[in-house]
């Protein structure tokens, strides 16, 4: 009787986890991505205001290089630099090896659709001739949308020399174990490039890629998982010392806070980057 007991609990409490991970994906992630915009966008004011935002070289991972507008998708976000799935947690993600936005060549910008706001989510909705609008440190720059293809589609004509072409970059159908294709919106830049600076990353890591699952993060998950069960342990050891009033006024903020960190870090980790 004692370990049926045993293994009862042990499913469901498994199963509270598992319902709170879906619960997090679906109510709490976009929330976190709100905040990290508001955080960024401040960030990006300011550089704007100072002409310090970065237009070349080397950036540092998650540094606001964009504010990217779509005025049919009523969409407003702050691209960061990176596309693995810690980046894209924040908002959409510019691909280090290719150009920033304005700049000539292809500059691939891609974006989660379904969790943490699903700032691409409707991507695919997008018809030939709107408007996609990028402001960067070189200016303000606005591109046609050429069209929308999916995997296996024929790819657009290669830009002449000087051009300048946007790639949106997404997901679709699907659920959350996983999308079933790839979406892309190819737009072209309506006027004349702007110089790009040397010294650009050639290397591209393999959780930056599309539907990358980021391992970068794997040690950090395990971490939290360990301290999550150590405050789990605490609160049921408390509860037998002190009382159950005192154990959770003092532990329950202890477990939530664990809980929060091991799915944050799990959705990185075990998410493809653009669901």
């Known amino acids: 009787m004692t370990k049926t007991r045993v293994l009862t609990q042990a499913l469901i409490v498994l199963s509270v986890l598992a319902f709170g991970f879906a619960g997090y994906l679906l109510v709490l992630s976009p929330v976190q991505q709100d905040r990290s915009q508001t955080v960024l966008y401040a960030q990006a ?38 596309t693995a799935g810690s980046e894209l947690a924040k908002g959409p993600g510019h691909r280090r090896t290719t150009p920033l936005p304005g700049q000539p060549g292809v500059s691939v910008l891609m974006g989660r659709a379904a969790t943490y706001g699903a700032p691409f989510k409707e991507i695919g909705k997008l018809q030939q001739g709107d408007e996609v609008n990028a402001t960067t440190g070189q200016g303000r720059f606005t591109y046609r949308v050429d069209g929308v293809r999916r995997e296996g589609d024929a790819t657009p004509p290669v830009l002449a020399r000087g051009g300048s072409r946007i790639m949106l970059v997404s997901a679709e159908g699907g659920d959350l174990t996983g999308p079933e294709r790839t979406v892309f919106v190819d737009a072209t830049l309506v006027g004349d490039a702007a110089a ?45 010392r002190w009382g159950r009033w005192e154990t959770w006024l003092v532990g329950v903020p202890v477990v939530v806070a664990a809980t929060w960190q091991v799915y944050s870090t799990g959705a990185v980790a075990l998410l493809p980057n653009l669901l």
């Open 45 to 82: 004011r300011q550089s704007l205001a100072e002409i310090s935002m970065p237009t070349g070289g080397k950036i540092d991972a998650g540094t606001p290089v964009a504010l990217l507008e779509i005025p049919g998708l009523e969409m407003s976000q702050v691209v960061v630099e990176g």
């Open 196 to 240: 790009a600076p040397g010294g650009r990353s050639r290397t591209q890591l393999p959780e930056e890629e599309f539907l990358a699952r980021d391992s970068s993060v794997l040690i950090e998950l395990v971490l939290w998982l360990q301290a999550l069960v150590l405050a789990v342990g605490a609160f049921a050891w408390a509860r037998i």
